[in-house]
């Protein structure tokens, strides 16, 4: 789980920091924290990656770019996190849902109200991440969620399922991947690979770019089924 916090003023960024941590050892789960103080750097890391985080708090009322729009901004990339505005003032809520904010919550409610929000944030993003690929590896079953993950890449026996900032391994045939995923947006495009549409950049050329700037090869039977896939992925 991935949780980012972006708030200008540093003793809030703190206090919710120290909130988030208590809720998740509580809760005995385990997420990356990450801080911003600074809007502008939590939109850069967008502009590196369409979906870097699961859930999002967000200051509304920040300096050179505020919530809103920095939540707008957000929504052109990733549809799906899951946003939580901390204000000290109501008169954004109806704009809020413009950018489908999942929860409010006031600033001078934060003693007593956080704890639940981050709970009730933490059971929706479980709920709605049924789309998964799980497999094992090492004795370990892993579950991750099809939305992060870039491309499956087919080295003999072992297929390589590569994410934004991480990789996993498994013992596996990719024919049996793509017939399992058939109905997701996972694309065939080489005898070796197997790319998510959505993290599809550009095409062209005999290759495409992924999101994460990745180099793969189109080999010239996959060429239509592949520009047809990312089309519809564009819808």
């Known amino acids: 789980m991935r949780i980012a916090i972006c708030d200008d003023e540093t003793r809030i960024l703190d206090i919710l920091f120290e909130k988030t941590r208590d809720v998740l050892a509580k809760e005995n789960r385990d ?13 850069a890391r ?13 200051d509304i009322r920040m ?16 549809s799906r996190v899951l946003l939580v505005f901390i204000t ?11 950018v489908k904010a999942f929860r409010y919550l006031m600033k001078n409610e934060l003693d007593f109200g956080f704890s639940k929000v981050l709970r009730d ?14 497999f094992q590896f090492g004795g370990e079953t892993i579950s991750l969620e099809l939305r992060h993950i870039y491309y499956f890449e087919s080295k003999k026996r072992i297929v390589n399922i ?20 058939a109905d997701k947006d996972f694309i065939r495009c080489h ?41 519809w992925s564009l819808r």
Do not use: M, W
Not at 46 to 58: G, K, M, T
Not at 121 to 134: C, K, M, N, Q, Y
Not at 162 to 181: C, F, H, M, P, V
């Open 31 to 43: 997420a990356q924290i990450s801080l911003f103080s600074d809007p502008k750097k939590l939109l």
């Open 46 to 58: 967008y502009r590196e990656d369409a979906n870097p985080f699961d859930i999002l708090f967000l």
């Open 63 to 78: 300096d050179g770019l505020d919530g809103i729009r920095l939540a707008e901004e957000i929504r052109q990339k990733d």
């Open 88 to 98: 000290s003032s109501a008169e954004y809520v109806f704009r809020g849902y413009e």
């Open 121 to 134: 944030t933490i059971d929706e993003l479980e709920h709605s991440g049924d789309d998964r690929f799980t």
């Open 162 to 181: 590569q994410l934004s900032g991480s990789s996993y391994r498994t013992y596996a045939k990719l024919d049996d991947i793509e017939n399992a995923l």
């Open 191 to 231: 005898q070796s690979f197997l790319v998510n549409a959505k993290k599809i950049l550009r095409l062209g050329g005999g290759e495409l770019v992924l999101k994460n700037e990745c180099v793969i090869p189109v080999s010239k039977k996959y060429r239509k089924s592949v520009n047809d896939a990312y089309l």
